[in-house]
């Protein structure tokens, strides 16, 4: 019951940060819902969306409103009670939660927006003109990053150090060695009675440890609190905590976990509108993506008769071979020795002993010269010169080739033919189910566009 409620929570907080959006920038509006033009940015940033053609900005456009179409037919269906779904958003509130108090307590300081400005100012006048500062800030934030990346980890360690010292952090590594031993005997009981889960938190759970394992503001804590803690954690924990220092690190990192979080609470940054933004934004995504793997990707069926049915009818398009031609070379270093050989190359009645004698290159082959069956796009200029000469003709004119010329003849040619069905069979599976997911995704989208009713403020985008 508490679970199921946290979950309820959980949509109503993301349907709050929705709805608390809407009025400021309305522009695609489905059904009786609306999507912002932020949510637009999130999808296409208007750093990369700024400088493209009409007719592009107009596909762009007709992509998003066909993703939240996709998204809106997704909350329509109750996506959003997927048990997945509520646990995948709650982990990613979490890291967001985290990332926004690194963000605000460490990166800002260093990152300042003098120093963006500054970096803004300096960029050449042609990019100042096309972007403004706003626009340009994710790149900028993202360079500077790059440049002060060690500061940045510098302040980032001395943010633990101080919230360990601050909290007064103990660990008791007496009491974690004797949890690393227990949760050892659980974890083999477990493997031989083939228990059917058995992860860290299951065996945790399962161990009746009273002891303390460690102590925040002089207060003692056990495996129960760590549990309590875990909840919040958003990354899986190791499965082989039977080692104590693998089993303290885990402890350690769970714990400044919850610490930052109650940092982040404290400061509010949960009401922050571009926290809600991002929070939203994960949601669409995980939407998204979770119903056209139910609704498209699940709905590809392959067996080996519509294996073989897309093999014949596209087998003459997409599973030809190259065609092949064999070659015989000669090679010569200087161009003027390179054209009186071109010369009498053409006279010879046997190209292959002339070319022996005469070739530079390739000496310690028994038939010197002799580059076999290749496909036009071999050897340089030398594949796509044989693809112009007929059968037993030399090609007319010498060839640049490395750091001299060659003279080819052409002795044979193979044709293009299909290439055998159990030959690339991996490769029409995958063209098949790419091809299925485009028609189903495509007739998909057309229901959509008839089933719902939407209309769309591109006086918004600044066109």
């Not at 940060?17 to 695609?28: E, H, T, V, Y």
């Not at 949601?283 to 014949?312: A, G």
Request: proline share 3%; aromatic share 12%; glycine share 2%.
């Amino acid at each position: 019951m508490i679970k199921f409620m946290k979950n309820i929570l959980l949509v109503l907080f993301l349907l709050i940060a929705f709805c608390g959006n809407i009025n400021q920038n309305k522009f695609l509006k489905i059904g009786r819902h609306w999507f912002t033009v932020d949510d637009f940015y999130s999808v296409v940033s208007k750093y990369t969306f700024k400088p493209l053609s009409n007719e592009e900005k107009q596909r762009k456009i007709n992509q998003f409103i066909e993703r939240q179409l996709v998204i809106y037919d997704a909350i329509k269906k109750g996506y959003l009670n997927h048990p997945d779904i509520q646990k995948r958003l709650e982990n990613y509130k979490n890291i967001l939660l985290y990332d926004r108090f690194f963000d605000r307590t460490i990166l800002d300081t260093i990152i300042t927006k003098d120093l963006l400005l500054t970096e803004y100012e300096n960029l050449d006048p042609v990019r100042k003109e096309t972007y403004t500062f706003d626009e340009y800030l994710p790149v900028l934030k993202k360079h500077l990053s790059s440049i002060l990346e060690q500061n940045i980890q510098r302040a980032y360690i001395s943010a633990i150090e101080n919230l360990i010292e601050e909290n007064r952090l103990i660990f008791f590594d007496s009491a974690i060695d004797s949890l690393a031993k227990e949760y050892s005997r659980k974890h083999e009981t477990f493997s031989k009675d083939n228990f059917p889960t058995y992860g860290s938190e299951i065996i945790l759970k399962e161990l009746n440890f009273k002891s303390a394992i460690y102590s925040l503001n002089g207060t003692d804590f056990g495996v129960r609190d760590f549990l309590s803690r875990l909840k919040n954690y958003p990354y899986n924990i190791p499965s082989l905590l039977s080692h104590a220092p693998t089993l303290k690190s885990t402890v350690e990192k769970v714990i400044i976990n919850d610490l930052f979080l109650k940092k982040s609470m404290i400061l509010k940054l949960h009401k922050d509108p571009e926290f809600k933004q991002k929070l939203l934004d994960q949601q669409y995504n995980l939407l998204y993506r979770s119903y056209r793997r139910n609704e498209i990707s699940d709905m590809v069926e392959t067996n080996e008769d519509s294996l073989r049915n897309f093999y014949e009818r596209n087998k003459t398009v997409l599973y030809m071979s190259k065609p092949l031609y064999e070659v015989h070379e000669i090679f010569i270093k200087d161009k003027n020795k390179a054209e009186d050989v071109l010369l009498k190359a053409k006279q010879s009645t046997d190209y292959k002993s002339f070319s022996d004698r005469h070739t530079e290159r390739f000496l310690n082959k028994p038939h010197k010269g002799y580059l076999g069956y290749i496909t036009s796009d071999l050897y340089a200029g030398i594949g796509k010169c044989a693809k112009s000469t007929e059968i037993g003709t030399v090609y007319p004119e010498l060839i640049p080739s490395g750091k001299g010329f060659s003279i080819i003849k052409v002795l044979n040619i193979k044709k293009s033919e299909p290439i055998p069905f159990d030959t690339i069979k991996h490769r029409i599976i995958s063209d098949f189910k790419k091809s299925s997911y485009r028609a189903i995704e495509q007739e998909l989208i057309q229901s959509l566009r008839h089933k719902y009713t939407y209309e769309i403020n591109v006086s918004l985008l600044n066109m």
